[in-house]
């Protein structure tokens, strides 16, 4: 599965940044999705994920109540709503796909975006 990742820039704390990650896979909607980042000199960590149907969201306790993942299935869309960013958010974001249930860990998905950078000034 090709995933394409955009949405990614400079933002102050406190603003609110969407990202979404898009592909031509026609399946993609039996697909796990998840968001992962990695911020500089930092391993990635996973950041929110959501079943295939949708039924079943997860976050990190880090991003709890301030990002939404949801998915517009008609679209092969996948997003990632930021609110009340943090100095602490930045970092390379991203998409990512696999399986039916997904997880919190890199090896639970098998198909990659390339990252989107998103950069919060203090």
């Known amino acids: 599965v090709q995933l394409q990742a955009c949405g990614g820039g400079l933002v102050q704390a406190g603003d609110s940044l969407r990202l979404s990650c898009t592909t031509s896979e026609r399946n993609f909607g039996t697909y796990a999705t998840g968001w992962f980042r990695q911020a500089s000199g930092k391993l990635r960590e996973f950041v929110a994920g959501?079943?295939?149907?949708?039924?079943?969201?997860y976050y990190a306790d880090s991003v709890k109540g301030r990002f939404t993942i949801s998915r517009m299935y008609n679209e092969n869309t996948m997003y990632l709503q930021m609110n009340n960013l943090k100095a602490e958010d930045t970092a390379v974001y991203y998409c990512?796909?696999?399986?039916?249930?997904?997880?919190?860990?890199?090896?639970?998905?098998?198909?990659w975006g390339q990252g989107t950078l998103v950069t919060v000034s203090s």
């Open positions: 990512a796909a696999e399986g039916l249930e997904g997880g919190r860990g890199e090896t639970d998905f098998g198909s």
């Open positions: 959501t079943n295939w149907r949708g039924s079943n969201t």
